[in-house]
């Protein structure tokens, strides 16, 4: 079986407190419809992207180290799940049900088996 990303992505303004209580009962609801189907690697929630901090490498080779995430966007990754299914069309289902409980935009990836 292939290991996919689905990644939830916020707008940079995000604050998790704002989130409606239907939203987050729909969520509880998916993870635990997750667990059940046993598709769950892991899966975990991300502080605001303001408390990132990026490592790039200078081309001397140095590292270069500031604060905040790596790219300039206007949404960042929030949470994901690491899910295990035996096809893309089953990790893409769970990208949907993801979408519409989190009511934001979902990227759904598979992992490199290399």
Known sequence: MTQYLVAI???DDFDS???S???RRDISALNREMRAAGVIVFV???MPANTAVSVRTKPNGELFVTDGPYMETKE???GFWVLET???DEALAWGRKAAIA???PVEVRPFDGR
């Open 102 to 104: 989190c009511r934001t």
């Open 44 to 46: 975990g929630g991300l």
């Open 76 to 78: 960042h990754i929030g």
């Open 21 to 23: 209580e239907a939203t």
């Open 9 to 11: 992505h916020h707008p």
């Open 17 to 19: 407190s704002t989130e």
């Open 86 to 88: 035996p096809t893309a």
